[in-house]
Nanobody
Framework: QVQLVESGGGSVQAGESLRLSCAASEFTYCMGWFRQAPGKEREGVAA???????KYTNSVEGRFTISRDNAKNTLYLEMNSLKPEDTAMYYCAARPKFLIGLTLVPQSYTYWGPGTQVTVSS
């Protein structure tokens, strides 16, 4: 069982930055960040695999950067130029251990953290 705990959320003004962290009991090959705003479905934000492949949803491309520290079992999401539409609960997730496909589909992820809230005001 992989355990995940996010941190780093908060309330910021539009244009500011935040860095989310996810401490994992262990890493799986591919990990990702997801978000869910009130009344909306959970969406994939960014994903990264051990071999360095990354994938971003269009709305964050060029503003967000996903990275992982395999030695520390910590996943990061650097978020710059934040917009009010980025406001959501952000979740860290891990795919099943031996699956290597890079995907932003929430149903492809097995392990989830409790989430950290990000609020961006205009």
């Amino acid at each position: 069982q992989v355990q995940l705990v996010e941190s780093g959320g908060g309330s910021v003004q539009a244009g500011e930055s935040l860095r989310l962290s996810c401490a994992a009991s262990e890493f799986t090959y591919c990990m990702g960040w997801f978000r869910q705003a009130p009344g909306k479905e959970r969406e994939g934000v960014a994903a990264i695999c051990r071999d360095g492949r990354t994938k971003y949803t269009n709305s964050v491309e060029g503003r967000f950067t996903i990275s992982r520290d395999n030695a520390k079992n910590t996943l990061y999401l650097e978020m710059n130029s934040l917009k009010p539409e980025d406001t959501a609960m952000y979740y860290c997730a891990a795919r099943p251990k031996f699956l290597i496909g890079l995907t932003l589909v929430p149903q492809s992820y097995t392990y989830w953290g409790p989430g950290t809230q990000v609020t961006v005001s205009s």
